[in-house]
């Protein structure tokens, strides 16, 4: 079977903007579709109905920080741009919609807030309808000087959104009020979970079973997994995701056969960390280490979990690497897609 992989890049330089590429789900291999022109689409979301694309524009200014539709037609694999909205915040880094395709959130780095959307009848954007501010600071100097919003993740029910902020260590929960569009998200009380000091929360991901939720912190190369319960985090193990303590862990997600997680880290030793997931107690075991091209900035594990693919930012790669099954290890098949500065994937099933 065949699919569409998206890819979003930073604009500075060759790219200029998102792509699409056929992907054979048996083979791996990749051919180009199509592309359109955006600032800076750092992150991408696909709405459940896959016929339309959102993205940020991140910049380190609100005015240029933007969120963009695009319609897509997932019987040709083209795309186009459609409308965009501000972000009202800066360096908006994360999106990510809800099981309606009705409100879509952001994450905005600099400042550290959450906007949320909502969009139209025909997908496209309406202005801003709420926005979160948080403030906080940890106890590393620079990087933890002030709130940086990392991710945005509805629980599996979609009645809780969850929100990263790397520079408060901590993870803030919200309820989903669905009827009541200028208060769509109120906090919950208590209105965050502390993490480990210094350890900059990057992203969420939640198991298939929706019984577990894995924490991939960047400062600190660590994994905290979490038993998940009515909106509720509890956590149960923290392990190494980088043992070289690069401070540049990134991307985190688990295979869709549910007994591998997987989880990138840059800066020292570039590459991906391979982890066992007991399902019962929801424990990680380490398994391997496989190595990447410069900078494994984002990942994703093609729907029929054959392969992962990783976007390599500073080596302006996109590596293709096969899954064995049985024991979750990686295989490079030298199948690279040369693209200037990719830093998000997606894959759309036609």
Do not use: W
Not at 272 to 293: M, Q
């Amino acid at each position: 079977m065949k699919f569409y992989l998206v890819i979003g890049t930073y604009t500075e330089g060759e790219s200029n903007g998102i792509y699409i590429y056929d992907f054979d789900s048996e083979t791996g291999n990749t051919s180009f579709i199509d592309s359109v022109s955006v600032n800076n689409p750092s992150y991408l979301v696909i709405n459940h109905k896959k016929d339309h694309i959102y993205s940020v524009s991140e910049n380190d200014d609100k005015e240029s920080s933007i969120v963009n539709s695009f319609f897509f037609n997932k019987a040709t694999g083209k795309i186009s741009f459609q409308n965009s909205q501000s972000a009202f915040g800066a360096a908006p880094c994360y999106i990510t919609i809800e099981l309606q395709d009705k409100y879509i959130v952001t994450a905005n780095y600099i400042g550290g807030s959450i906007s949320v959307f909502k969009t139209k009848s025909d997908g496209s954007l309406n202005p801003m309808i709420q926005q979160v501010n948080f403030s906080g600071s940890s106890i590393h100097d620079v990087r933890q000087n002030q709130s940086h919003l990392h991710c945005t993740v509805f629980s599996p029910d979609y009645d809780y959104l969850f929100a990263t902020d790397l520079g408060s260590d901590r993870i803030y929960k919200f309820k989903v009020n669905y009827s009541e569009e200028s208060n769509f998200l109120t906090f919950c009380t208590p209105a965050y979970i502390n993490v480990a000091p210094g350890s900059g929360p990057r992203h969420l991901v939640f198991h298939q079973n929706k019984r577990f939720a894995y924490l991939i912190n960047e400062l600190g190369g660590t994994i905290v997994a979490f038993r998940y319960t009515n909106g509720n985090l509890e956590e149960i193990q923290t392990t190494i995701s980088d043992e070289y303590k690069a401070e540049g862990s990134a991307d985190i997600h688990i295979h869709p056969n549910g007994k591998f997680l997987y989880s990138s880290n840059r800066l020292k030793k570039d590459g991906i960390s391979i982890f066992k997931i007991d399902e019962n107690t929801g424990k990680l075991t380490p398994i391997d280490y496989e190595r990447t091209n410069i900078n494994p900035r984002n990942f994703v594990i093609s729907p029929n979990g054959k392969f992962l693919i990783v976007a390599n930012q500073d080596s302006d790669t996109i590596q293709v690497f096969s899954i064995d099954l049985k024991y979750g290890l990686l295989h490079d098949t030298n199948q690279n897609i040369k693209l200037d500065m990719p830093v998000c994937l997606k894959f759309i099933s036609p």
